[in-house]
C-alpha cells in the first residue's frame, strides 16, 4: 500500500511538505508520481520521479514551486510544496508505477492509467 501525509491547512503563500511512503510491499516501482483532485475536477498531473537516474516532470501549474524528492522506491517520495495558491486546494494522491517498463515518453508518466498503485489521499487546504 501507499500511505500519504503531510496535508493540512496552509495560508496563500505558505508551504506544506507532503510524504508518501510505501508499506508491505515487494516489488520494483518504476516510478512514483503525485496528482491531485479538486472538488469537481478530474484528477491531474503534479510530479513524477523515475527511478532509472532520480528523472523529475513536473506540471507547468507547480513548475519551480514544488520539488519531488525521493532516495529510491522504497523510502518515502516527498513533495515540497511552496509559494501555494488558492488553486492549489485539492486531495492529493500518491501513484506507482510497477509494470514497467520506463518509457521516454513525458505523456506516459503524466496519465493516471500508467500507474498500478494509489495512496488513499491528503487533502490541502489553501486559504486566501
Known amino acids: 500500500q501507499l500511505q500519504a501525509s503531510g496535508g493540512g491547512l496552509v495560508q496563500a503563500g505558505g508551504s506544506l511538505r507532503l510524504s508518501c511512503a510505501a508499506s508491505g510491499r515487494t516489488f520494483n516501482t518504476y516510478a512514483t508520481a503525485w496528482f491531485r483532485q479538486a472538488p469537481g475536477k478530474e484528477r491531474e498531473f503534479v510530479a513524477v520521479?523515475?527511478?532509472?537516474?532520480?528523472?523529475?516532470d513536473y506540471a507547468d501549474s507547480v513548475k519551480g514551486r514544488f520539488t519531488i524528492s525521493g532516495d529510491d522506491a522504497k523510502n518515502p517520495v516527498d513533495l515540497q510544496m511552496n509559494s501555494l495558491k488558492p488553486e492549489d486546494t485539492a486531495v492529493y494522491y500518491c501513484a506507482a508505477d510497477d509494470d514497467g517498463p520506463f518509457r521516454l515518453s513525458t505523456c506516459y508518466y503524466r496519465q493516471t492509467t500508467t500507474y498500478d498503485y494509489w495512496g488513499q489521499g491528503t487533502l490541502v487546504t489553501v486559504s486566501s
Open positions: 520521479i523515475k527511478w532509472n537516474g532520480g528523472n523529475t
